[in-house]
């Protein structure tokens, strides 16, 4: 039996997982899709936030200042990629840049404390493609970017050599509590038991919930965001983070440097009723082209290389929700976690387990080994150390993804690592192969055959993604 | 290793190139990141290959074969399954590669070839809107597939392009046993060779939808159902013509695009049309020494012009190498009227205009018949009549010296004739 | 009346030929040869793969030597379908001779070295 079943592995399940990891406890996550982080942790503009942004006095304002401090220790814990970026919010008239003050001050009240105001000329003389008509700009130098999928591989990793379990393919399909003991059914047919349910679901959080709750006191409101993605070769054309200023609807389309030298040109924020409808619209995208005219000139449209769209898990309450359940006992919500979800995740990890699990009185783990070492891409080391790398181990030497530079040995390392997996996303989520100019056009084919010889699979079973998602539907002149 | 000149791609334009600039005072080495030479060829099992460079039919593999036997027969050196990773510049290039067998290794050229062929343009270059089920892929991928490796990528098939690859695959996906529902084509005319259009859509009976796009593609994880749409002349859909499609596979032949990223670290000045260097007539770009030829310098459509053109580009390597040219002052972009699309070479250097040069250009629009003609100093230097002109054929013209006024830039202009 | 286009030559003149083998609409005599030969006989040349034993060349492509009946084409899928080569083969071998009887032999188009276990 466990002490906490953790619900989800996104970047919240992870972090709360790495977080309780901490404490002598049994964990168990467990995640419903064939590989950690496929929802919204895979479709976000990957920024952490300064905290200009959340209103006042919120948790969301709380746990995205703590939270963006948090990533210093992380990346260091962790080795998880950071980007410096720094940010302008631009102003274009007296109107916005009223706004602008607004902002300022409330960002001084949510605790940010680096924050200045730069004046257009300041703002164009360190981006030259800002737009010629913006009158002001409020700067935010610890805004980041990191590559989020890869922070919750990390904290789930982290979390695993520190004792915690992790069960993918896993849907939780009912959930009963009898007495103290919780009975949380997997694919209708598995049944562990636990003390503690943690929900960390997502967009699913009110379906989870439902299972137990009589009246869950939120509902979903899937929000859909449109992005374009710019290749590398333009990374030169913005080096900060760039936002408009905010409005009912949000922070709005942003344009947003990646790690790996991409550009982000997005989210647009639109309702729907479909929890999982990803689909990219030409009315989305015509939006992130109006609006990003706003933010900048000679954008480099003839570089987007991809579009993606993410559902956010915005709910019905205000704020994020996280609290143990009204009705049942030690059964918590994490949810409505939209933006800055992102920012706050290793905060909300911080504030479940110091403050709403105060009661649990949780002992620590005195053998907890807070870091996680991953190599850069090969392509990021020296001289000596690639030639080292490659005496050890000759597939360093054989290049697979041409575009950005990846090994058929950091392929092996995807397939065979502690979250490894033998999908063509998941081999793309932790080793980047097929993500950039040719979107695999190259070398998807390699990377299948690859994964085929390390699995011991037939080429035709390896699938994209989820179950029953072959590339190679039919082998040609065989007999059925 | 230190070499005169580094080929890059032992395709049909490395071959070519290699071959032409083969000489006893040279050291030239063709790097290929395949398991064997013959690039793209080896998988276009089709015919239509030859027919001006042998005067005969030939499939991928035979042209590529006819190549193949006259460069081992030279004893060329060259390394197969090794990648060009880096290329850099001083006096001479530094290439970096790296292979399985032989780990990282540098090379020293002289000259560099760029033979490196195209990549196909994606889903995500072209915006396609919907979800983004696994079942979408470039035509030349599943040409892959199913040439080399043997295998389906889908049983019920749609495909976007109406341009050469794009009905190639229609038939060849339908003999191997899937159902080709459709072919799509943005344009009001198809790009591909009528026979194309003949044989590998009529003979099937495969519907080809011109002015018309894919506007949607539903499917969580497998794809399960496109939509596509008429456009009016400004390719906005038009409300009201959606076509709806079960299939399981949207093939894409939406356009090639030279593969040059490697350049992107050395300053190489590119066109905009062509998306590769801008050359003059020795097919050398702005940094000298660096050639460029075959697809990875324009979209071909016939392989013979690739041969043609890579064999001057190797021997102007060797040139370059064995004799190398002062730098010039008289060098002038060919300027062009709103008819052509593109010319290359995109410069003249008329120090060393002394041999005819060839022009390979395409045009903006259909044309039933047209004039082209050369113009210096606001004089017609030469004319040449055409007839059924298209975007999709490549057209070429010969410019001899003797027939120029001065140094001064030429003009390449296209008029229509009404019929 | 069936309408087609003529493809001797890049012009891809547009044709009509009737029952009694009348053909409209061709610059040329090539148009009308190649008319009535669409309509009596059409013939293709197949390009295709076969199966064969090699790990590295798991598919060899062929093609038929000569135009063979259009409606032969799938008949003629599915009896290369059905062959696996197993030895070495050279650009130009015959994989089959006379396929169906149309006197068309099947030829290679590639040379293959099968490293037989």
Known sequence: ?480 | MKIDIAIIGGGAAGLAAAIAANNSAVRILVIEREEQLGGILNQCIHNGFGLHVFKEELTGPEYASRYMDAFYEKNIEFMLHTTVVDIKKTNDFLVTVTSLEQGLQKIEAKAVILSSGCYERTRGSIMLPGERPKGIMPAGSAQRYLNIDGYLVGKKVFILGSGDIGLIMARRMTLEGAEVLGVAELMPYSNGLTRNIVQCLHDFDIPLYLSHTVTNVKGKDRLEQITIQEVDSKFNPIEGTEKVFDVDTLLLSVGLIPDITLFDSLSLKKHSVTKSAIVNQFYEANISGLFVCGNALHVHDLVDYVTIESEKAGKNALDYVLNPRKPSKHVHEIQLNENIRYVVPQMIDFEYFDVPIELSFRVTKKMNKGIFKIIQNNQIIMTKKAKNLAPAEMEKMSINPNILIDSSPLMLTLEEVEV | MREMICIACPVGCHLTIDENLHVKGNLCQRGEKYAIEEITHPTRILTTTVKTTSLINPRLSVKTKDPIPKELLFEAMEILNSITIENNVKIGDVIVKNILNTGVDMIATKTIIINNK
């Open chain 1, 1 to 480: 039996m466990y002490d906490y079943i953790i619900i989800g592995s996104g970047i919240i399940g992870t972090t709360i997982a790495r977080e309780l990891s901490k404490y002598d406890v049994k964990i168990l996550v467990l995640e419903k899709e064939n590989d950690v982080a496929n929802h919204q942790t895979i479709a976000n503009s990957a920024v952490i936030h300064s905290g200009h942004d959340p209103k006042e006095n919120t948790l969301k304002a709380r746990l995205c200042v703590e939270g963006n401090a948090l990533y210093e220790e992380m990346e260091k814990e962790l080795h998880i990629p950071l980007l410096r970026t720094g940010a302008f919010v631009i102003a274009h008239n007296d109107e916005e840049e009223n706004t602008l003050n607004d902002l300022y001050e409330r960002a001084l009240h949510n605790g940010v404390t680096e924050i200045s105001f730069f004046s257009k000329q300041e703002a164009l003389k360190l981006e030259s493609n800002l737009p010629d008509d913006i009158t002001k700009a409020l700067s935010l130098p610890s805004t980041k970017v990191t590559y989020p999928w890869e922070v919750a591989f990390a904290c789930l990793e982290n979390a695993i050599i520190n004792g915690a379990s992790f069960q993918k393919d896993s849907e939780v399909t009912k959930i009963k509590k009898t007495g103290e003991i919780f009975e949380v059914e997997v694919n209708f047919k598995e049944i562990i038991k636990t003390k503690s349910i943690i929900s960390a679901a997502g967009i699913f959080s009110d379906t989870i919930a439902q299972m137990i709750e009589k009246d869950v006191q939120y509902k979903m409101k899937p929000r859909k965001g449109e992005y374009f993605v710019l290749d590398r070769k333009v990374k030169r054309f913005m080096n900060h983070v760039i936002y408009p200023l905010p409005t009912a609807k949000g922070k709005g389309v942003l344009i947003i440097p990646q790690v790996h030298g991409n550009i982000l040109l997005g989210p647009t924020s639109t309702l729907q009723d479909e929890k999982d409808l990803v689909s990219n619209t030409k009315e989305g995208l015509n939006q992130i082209r109006e609006d990003v005219k706003h933010l900048a000139k000679n954008i480099p449209f003839d570089q987007v290389i991809r579009t993606f769209a993410g559902i956010r898990s915005s709910c019905t309450y205000d704020d994020f929700f996280i609290q143990e359940s009204k009705e049942i006992k030690n059964y918590f919500h994490v949810a409505g976690i939209d933006s800055p979800g992102l920012t706050a995740a290793p905060a909300i990890a911080k504030y479940l387990v110091n403050e709403v699990l105060k009661s649990h009185q949780l002992k620590k783990n005195p053998n907890f080994n807070p870091i996680r070492i991953k190599r850069d891409a090969f392509y990021h080391l020296d001289d000596k150390t690639q030639q080292d790398l490659i005496k050890e181990n000759p597939y360093y030497g054989n290049l697979v993804c041409k575009c950005e530079k990846i090994t058929e040995a950091e392929i092996m390392e995807a397939i065979h690592g502690p979250l490894g997996n033998d999908t063509i996303k998941g081999i793309k989520k932790r080793a980047r192969a097929g993500s950039g100019l040719c979107q695999g056009g190259y070398c998807e084919g390699t990377i299948l055959r690859i994964i085929a010889r390390e699995t011991k699979q037939p080429v035709n079973k390896i699938n994209y993604y989820s179950q029953n998602t072959p590339i190679l539907v039919q082998e040609t002149k065989v007999k059925p």
